[in-house]
C-alpha cells in the first residue's frame, strides 16, 4: 500500500494516505519504510478485521477511532492530509549511513552466542551448531563455488540482502548439516526465503534424482516425518536461511497469524522413485529433467488433507481426491499430491490412470466447487478478483456466475503434481493446496 | 497485476536441457570441535546476519491547506476482495460531502494491490484531484 501511495505522490505531487488496520500499519511504517519504500507514508487506521464484516460495522470503524492516534478517524484522515510536514517528512536522499553486519562475531562464550542468536532471531529456536569459522570453511568444501558469490537477493520485505555462498553455509552449519548436504542446501537457498504473509503460508521440499540415495533421503516409511538427518538438516536449513537472509522477525516484518509448524522443515521429503507404477514418471521427470538428473523441487502452500485410512473399494481412492481438493482456494490451479506406492499401484491398476498426468487431468475435469465457494477465499479475492476485473477468462465469467452455479477451478492439469512417497505400510495420501515450482539443478550447486 | 509473478504460482515452465550430474564429490568430515580464538572460554563465530539496503528518503508531497471544495481520489485496492473499501469509502465519500463539500472520485483499481496500475496514476491526473486515499488493507 505504501507504493502505491509513494507513487501518486511522486508522480502527481499530491497528498496519499494510506487506510490499513492497525495490524500491518507498524510494518508500513516501520521495517517496509525503513528498508522498502523510503518514504514515510501518514496513515490511518481502522480495526480488524474489516473484511467478512456487514456493511454496517465497517460503516461504523468511519465514526469510530483512529487506531494510531485514537482521535476520531475522519479527524485523522484531515490532520493527514493537511498538516503541515515535519522536518522528518522531509528528508531526501541517501541514508547517511548504511547497516553493516560484520564477518565474525565479537568473541564470546557458547552460552552468550546462543543467547545472541536467539535475541536476533537467527534460529528456529532449537539448538543450533554455532558456526565457527573452521566449521563454516569444511562446509564451504562441499561445494566448488566461491564463498563470496551472491546465489540471489533477498528483498521480499525489503533491504536486498545478498545471500552468498558463504552465508549460506553458515546457515548450513548451523542446521547441522554436512558438506555433502551443501549443494543441495546451495540450491535449496535460491528458493529462499520461505512463504512470508499474513496468511500462514508453508512450503515443501522435494528431492528428486540418485542423490536421494547417495545423500540418503527418506523417500520410504516416515518419509515425511522426524526419522532421518538429510530430510531434517536440509529443511531446517531452509528456514534458517529464511530468517537470516530474509531477516525475518516476529511481528516485525513476519506476521503469519497463525504461522506454520511446517516451516521448521518444509516437509523435506525424496520421492520413492523406485516404487513408481510403470509409466508413473518422477516428479522432475515430468518437469522435464532427466531420470538422472538431481532435482530439488520447491512448492508453496497452506494445506493438506489426509485420507486418514485406507483407501476403499465402496469409494475410489480418485473420487475421495477429488473431494478433498474442493475443499482448496485452488491458486493458480495449483495442487500436490502425496501418495503411498500403493495408493499410486491401486490408481494404475485398478482404476486405469496409466500415468500421473492422466490423473491431474481427472482431477482437473472433475473437481468442482460452487462459484461463491471460489470467491469466498480471501487469496481468491486478491488474486483472482483483479483478473477478472482485467477481463482474463475464465475469472470474469466466474465472477458473474450465481453463488450456487458449479465451476471447475483447477483449470491447468500440469498445476496438479503428484509424488510418490511413503513406504507401502499403509493405503495412505494427502492433497495438498501445495503449488510446486520449476525444480532446480543441484548438480550446479556442486 | 504482476501476472509474471502470478503465472509463476502455476509452477509450470518448459524443461531445460541440462548436462549430467557432476556431483561425484567425496565430501570430508564434520569438524566436531569448537574453535577457541578469543579468550578463555570464548570463542568466535561467523555472523549469518546480512546488512540490509537502507531505501533512499524520498520526501512526502505538500500537504493541503484545507479539503474545502477539494477534490478526493480514493483508490481501491481490493485487498482480500473490493467490498470492505467500498463499504468505507461510501460512508467517508457522505462525511467528507457533508462537513467540507469535498467531492469523492473511488476507483477499485484492476491490477490490485500487489500489482501496479499506470492507469490509476493517468486518471488522477485527468480528474485534477487535490488528494488520494489508498487503502484497505490487513
Not at chain 1, 187 to 198: D, E, K, R, V, Y
Not at chain 2, 8 to 21: E, M, N, R
Not at chain 2, 35 to 63: H, W
Not at chain 2, 90 to 100: N, P, Q, R, V
Request: aromatic share 8%.
Amino acid at each position: 500500500m505504501s507504493r502505491w501511495a509513494k507513487q501518486i505522490q511522486m508522480q502527481c505531487k499530491i497528498p496519499a494516505i494510506g487506510i490499513a488496520s492497525s495490524n500491518i500499519v507498524h510494518y508500513a511504517t516501520g521495517y517496509n519504510f525503513k528498508y522498502n519504500n523510503g518514504m514515510p507514508i501518514r496513515y490511518v487506521s481502522v480495526p480488524f478485521p474489516f473484511t467478512g464484516q456487514p456493511r454496517a460495522v465497517d460503516v461504523g470503524y468511519v465514526s469510530g477511532k483512529d487506531m494510531l492516534t485514537g482521535q476520531p478517524l475522519m479527524t485523522a484522515v484531515v490532520n493527514a492530509l493537511t498538516g503541515p510536514l515535519t522536518a522528518e517528512e522531509m528528508v531526501a536522499g541517501a541514508p547517511a549511513e548504511e547497516a553493516v553486519e560484520p564477518r565474525l562475531l565479537p568473541p564470546d562464550s557458547e552460552e552468550n552466542l546462543r543467547q545472541l542468536f536467539e535475541d536476533k532471531e537467527w534460529t528456529d529456536f532449537n539448538s543450533i551448531i554455532l558456526p565457527t569459522e573452521k566449521r563454516v570453511t569444511a562446509m564451504l568444501k562441499g561445494t566448488s563455488r566461491k564463498p563470496d558469490e551472491v546465489i540471489k537477493t533477498i528483498n521480499i520485505t525489503g533491504g536486498a540482502r545478498q545471500l552468498t555462498v558463504e552465508k549460506v553455509a553458515i546457515n548450513a552449519v548451523m542446521a547441522g548439516a554436512s558438506p555433502e548436504h551443501l549443494p543441495v542446501i546451495l540450491a535449496l537457498a535460491t528458493q529462499a526465503p520461505f512463504g512470508n504473509s499474513t496468511s500462514s503460508m508453508a512450503n515443501m521440499i522435494v528431492i528428486s534424482g540418485p542423490i536421494r540415495n547417495r545423500l540418503k533421503f527418506n523417500c520410504g516409511t516416515n518419509a515425511m516425518g522426524p526419522y532421518n538427518r538429510s530430510n531434517a538438516v536440509v529443511g531446517r536449513a531452509f528456514a534458517l536461511m529464511s530468517k537470516t537472509a530474509g531477516d525475518l522477525r516476529n511481528n516485525v516484518n513476519a506476521w503469519e497469524t497463525l504461522g506454520s509448524n511446517l516451516q521448521y522443515n518444509s516437509m523435506c521429503y525424496g520421492e520413492n522413485e523406485e516404487a513408481l507404477p510403470a509409466g508413473w514418471d518422477p516428479l522432475h521427470v515430468e518437469m522435464g529433467f532427466k531420470p538422472t538428473d538431481n532435482i530439488l523441487s520447491v512448492g508453496m502452500g497452506w494445506s493438506s488433507i489426509a485420507s486418514v485410512g485406507a483407501s476403499q473399494s465402496i469409494y475410489p481412492t480418485h473420487f475421495l481426491m477429488r473431494d478433498y481438493m474442493s475443499s482448496f482456494c485452488a491458486s493458480g490451479s495449483a495442487a500436490t499430491l502425496v501418495m503411498d506406492p500403493t495408493v499410486a499401484g491401486l490408481l494404475k491398476d485398478v482404476h486405469g490412470f496409466q500415468s500421473k498426468a492422466q490423473l491431474s487431468e481427472w482431477l482437473s475435469q472433475n473437481v468442482t466447487k460452487t462459484a461463491a465457494s471460489y470467491w469466498g477465499n480471501g487469496v481468491i479475492q486478491s488474486t483472482a478478483v483483479p483478473f477478472a476485473l482485467q477481463g482474463l477468462e475464465p475469472y470474469a465469467s466466474w465472477r458473474k456466475l450465481p453463488d450456487d452455479a458449479l465451476i471447475k477451478p483447477f483449470t491447468n492439469p500440469k498445476a496438479i503434481h503428484v509424488v510418490v512417497a511413503g513406504g507401502k505400510v499403509q493405503t495412505m495420501w494427502f492433497v495438498t493446496d501445495f503449488s510446486i515450482r520449476r525444480g532446480v539443478l543441484i548438480d550446479d550447486w556442486a | 497485476m504482476n501476472r509474471r509473478r502470478m503465472l509463476a504460482l502455476l509452477g509450470i515452465s518448459p524443461a531445460l536441457v541440462t548436462d549430467p550430474p557432476t556431483f561425484a564429490r567425496t565430501a570430508p568430515k564434520a569438524v566436531p570441535d569448537v574453535s577457541s580464538t578469543g579468550g578463555e572460554g570464548s570463542i568466535t563465530v561467523m555472523n549469518p546476519g546480512i546488512a540490509g539496503k537502507l531505501a533512499t528518503r524520498v520526501p512526502l508531497a505538500p500537504p493541503l491547506d484545507s479539503l474545502q471544495g477539494k477534490k478526493i481520489y480514493m483508490v481501491n485496492l481490493s485487498w482480500e476482495g473490493p467490498d470492505a473499501a467500498n463499504y468505507l469509502y461510501g460512508a467517508m465519500t457522505e462525511w467528507f460531502d457533508k462537513h467540507y463539500g469535498t467531492r469523492t472520485v473511488v476507483k477499485v483499481t484492476a491490477e490490485g494491490m500487489f500489482g501496479t496500475d499506470p492507469s490509476i496514476v493517468k486518471d488522477i491526473l485527468a480528474s485534477k484531484a487535490d488528494a488520494a486515499i489508498v487503502g484497505v488493507a490487513g
